[in-house]
C-alpha cells in the first residue's frame, strides 16, 4: 500500500514542502514555509527516509549521525489524512535500518510522546537543549 525510499535523488521538492507546510517542524522553518533552508536541512541529512503512495509524498523523517556513535532523529512528518496508518512507525524503522549500533536521540513535539514510546524509545533523565529562541520545548 506504502513504499519507503532512502536518500534524496527521489525527492520531489514540492510535494516535502507540502508535508512540512502541513505539519511544521524542521526548527520553525516549516511553519515560516522557508523552503530553502528545508532543502539545505535535507541535503546535509546522514539519512532521509520518504514514504510514498504511488507517485504521492505523504512523509518523510531524516537523521543526523556521524555514522559510528550518535544519531539523531528530526522532523518525523506525516500528511493529517494518512496518519495512524503506521507510516510514522515505517519511517522510523527506514532511519534506524542499519544504523542499530548507533545510540539515537529525539524530541517529540507535544501529544506524540506515545507515538516514539510504543516505538521502544525511552525517556532520557539528563538530556539538555539549547535553542536560539524562546521555545515551549526548553524548560
Ligand atoms: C507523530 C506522527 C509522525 C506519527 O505518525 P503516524 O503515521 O500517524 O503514526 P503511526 O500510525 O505509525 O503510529 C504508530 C503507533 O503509534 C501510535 N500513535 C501515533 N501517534 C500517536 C499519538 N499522538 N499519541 C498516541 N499514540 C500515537 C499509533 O496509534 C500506533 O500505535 P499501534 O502500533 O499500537 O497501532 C504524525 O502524527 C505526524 O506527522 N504528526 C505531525 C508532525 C509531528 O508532530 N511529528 C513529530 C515530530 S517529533
Known amino acids: 500500500m506504502f513504499n519507503y525510499k532512502i536518500g534524496i535523488d527521489c525527492i520531489d521538492w514540492q510535494q516535502l514542502f507540502q508535508?512540512?507546510?502541513?505539519v511544521g517542524l524542521v526548527a520553525g522553518y516549516g511553519k515560516k514555509k522557508?523552503?530553502?533552508k528545508?532543502?539545505?536541512?535535507?541535503?546535509?541529512?546522514?539519512?532521509v527516509v520518504t514514504a510514498w503512495r504511488n507517485e504521492k509524498l505523504i512523509g518523510a523523517a531524516r537523521?543526523?549521525?556521524?555514522?559510528?556513535?550518535?544519531?539523531?532523529i528530526f522532523d518525523v512528518g506525516v500528511l493529517p489524512e494518512y496518519q495512524k496508518l503506521g507510516i510514522g512507525k515505517g519511517l522510523i524503522?527506514?532511519?534506524?535500518?542499519e544504523n542499530e549500533h548507533l545510540c539515537?536521540?529525539?524530541?517529540?513535539?507535544?501529544?506524540n510522546e506515545e507515538f516514539y514510546r510504543k516505538l521502544g524509545f525511552k525517556h532520557h533523565k539528563t538530556a539538555f537543549a539549547k535553542y536560539p529562541y524562546d521555545s515551549d520545548y526548553l524548560a
Do not use: N, P, R, W
Open 93 to 97: 524503522a527506514g532511519l534506524l535500518k
Open 19 to 22: 508535508i512540512y507546510d502541513e
Open 63 to 72: 537523521m543526523l549521525s556521524d555514522g559510528v556513535c550518535y544519531g539523531m
Open 34 to 36: 522557508d523552503h530553502d
Open 38 to 47: 528545508i532543502c539545505k536541512a535535507f541535503e546535509q541529512s546522514y539519512k
Open 104 to 111: 539515537i536521540h529525539l524530541t517529540s513535539t507535544f501529544g
